[in-house]
């Protein structure tokens, strides 16, 4: 058993004994390494001025992410090579050509977001040689600038991709063969590891074996995975976590499986690795996965911990409670499948035993003759935590009347929730326009949801109620989904 992590910081390699559970990434390289090019703007993970690549070995080889570090604890740095603005520049001080478009473009005005924004095209420089504008204002959902109106921004990811060079001099491409020899070397050290400080513990198992092991002996640990929302818990709500289990190394839980049956998502699957096959299968499901938080965050965020988090406004249990998909939960002593619905209990409850994690969620492949959609609505398109989500399958028979219907939904009561009501008066009846008016208040007898500061009762009902409308109108006779002016006109 080791009592140390080792990582790649830019060119260096760094052994790290000595931090607790809950320091991050951002205070290491700002207060530790003195590399302030790394802000903090939000502590959160939404503004991107924290920005910084983490490079780690996948099947595909050596792939770099864009990461928020003010939210990436250290603790789930073991075996991964971390790159921050510092180590663009050449060996002779010249810029790296994403920061100099930057510079003549005109991309920077006050200059603190300025970082974050050059490390997101920078790993978007490394990952596409030719991106479109929508993949390159994708790239940059995660990252928030008051100055220049980013149109600047992006016409810099042009001129960079237009113009590119030759990779030789950029020391991610150059030195990428000895990066990958240090990296396998770190992660061929098998053991679990154990960090302690002040008595304070971080743990990194060696696999999901020893994962299972170590949450038998510890059931009130707290996992981390992506991070995404634990890392709130401490930057705003100043909690102290001990012990924390570490499982984004896992890549036993990071599979995805597609056969005739559906889609097998392992829990540790990031919204990033997952988003192309589940795109593919379920294009609706896809297109919202595009639309949780920005880039940073969908790199680092899993779908299995948005299930075992068991927030009400989690975006993706209302498509996969639709879906009809299945949660496969593990101890160290075995494994039962439940219904994703019946794992949310009541608000912060879930029906999950001491020392038992979430593996895996398999999604049912929706028929041929089956219709379904999925509706986040948010204060603002990108990057924005859901007022509510709604999720509908349906299938017709022959004669046009509703063979079998599911709705979801997130945001409307203390956990995700099927619209039994409403389900039930659907039926049987004719999918009609006198149909749907008619059973539209069945939703008040489903859900009671409550006001805040995203969207209050009277709005979540009303809405509700409407996508309902605006799923029928989708499914008689319209060729594509409405989009907000078409829905107006309707």
């Excluded at 950029?170 to 000895?178: A, H, K, M, T, V």
Aim: hydrophobic share 40%.
């Amino acid at each position: 058993m080791s009592e140390a992590i080792r990582f790649i910081l830019n060119a260096e390699e760094v052994t790290l004994g000595d931090f607790g559970p809950t320091e991050t990434l951002l205070d290491y390289l700002r207060l530790k390494r003195r590399l302030t090019g790394t802000k903090e703007g939000c502590a959160e993970g939404d503004c991107g001025a924290c920005t910084v690549l983490v490079g780690r070995l996948t099947e595909h080889g050596l792939r770099y992410e864009s990461v928020n570090a003010c939210i990436r604890f250290l603790g789930s740095l073991h075996g991964t090579h971390v790159v921050t603005v510092e180590h663009l520049a050449g060996r002779d001080g010249a810029l790296h050509p994403v920061q100099q478009a930057m510079l003549d473009c005109h991309g920077s005005q006050c200059g603190f977001c300025t970082p974050g924004f050059v490390m997101s095209l920078y790993g978007l420089w490394l990952s596409n040689d030719a991106p479109t504008r929508a993949e390159i204002e994708s790239a940059l959902q995660g990252n928030l600038c008051r100055c220049t109106g980013y149109e600047p921004i992006v016409k810099a990811a042009e001129q960079v991709a237009a113009n590119r060079p030759s990779s030789l001099f950029d020391p991610l491409e150059r030195d990428r063969i000895q990066i990958m020899a240090k990296l396998w070397s770190i992660q061929s050290e098998n053991g679990t590891i154990v960090v302690t400080k002040e008595g304070a513990r971080s743990i990194i198992p060696a696999s999901v074996a020893a994962f299972a092991e170590v949450l038998a002996e510890e059931p009130r640990a707290t996992i981390v995975a992506g991070a995404t929302d634990v890392g709130l818990w401490v930057t705003k709500q100043m909690r102290q976590l001990d012990p924390v289990i570490f499982i984004n190394h896992l890549t036993e839980l990071q599979s995805v499986e597609v056969d005739e049956n559906g889609i097998t998502i392992g829990a540790g699957v990031s919204y990033s690795q997952a988003l192309d096959k589940i795109a593919d299968e379920i294009p609706a499901f896809g297109r919202l996965i595009d639309r949780i938080g920005g880039q940073q965050v969908r790199n680092m965020g899993t779908i299995g911990g948005n299930i075992a988090n068991g927030s009400p406004i989690g975006d993706t249990p209302p498509p996969l409670i639709a879906l009809g998909a299945e949660l496969t939960l593990r101890t160290h002593s075995g494994r039962r499948t439940i219904p994703l619905e019946d794992f949310f209990l009541s608000y912060g409850k879930q029906d999950r035993l001491a020392g038992e994690f979430v593996e895996k969620v398999f999604v049912p492949r929706p028929r041929d003759n089956s219709h379904f959609a999925v509706y986040k609505i948010s204060k603002r398109r990108d990057e924005d935590i859901s007022a509510l989500c709604g999720a509908f399958d349906l299938r017709l028979d022959d004669e046009g009347k509703v063979a079998s219907i599911r709705i979801a939904f997130g945001g409307m009561a203390g956990t995700p929730k099927r619209a039994s009501r409403v389900e039930q008066a659907l039926l049987g009846q004719a999918w009609s326009w006198g149909v749907i008016s008619a059973v539209r208040d069945a939703f008040d007898q489903d859900y009671q949801p409550l006001s805040d500061w995203r969207a209050s009762a009277e709005y979540r009902s009303l809405t509700a109620k409407n996508l309902l409308t605006r799923f029928f109108l989708e499914t008689a006779g319209q060729s594509h989904e409405l989009r907000r002016f078409e829905l107006e006109e309707a």
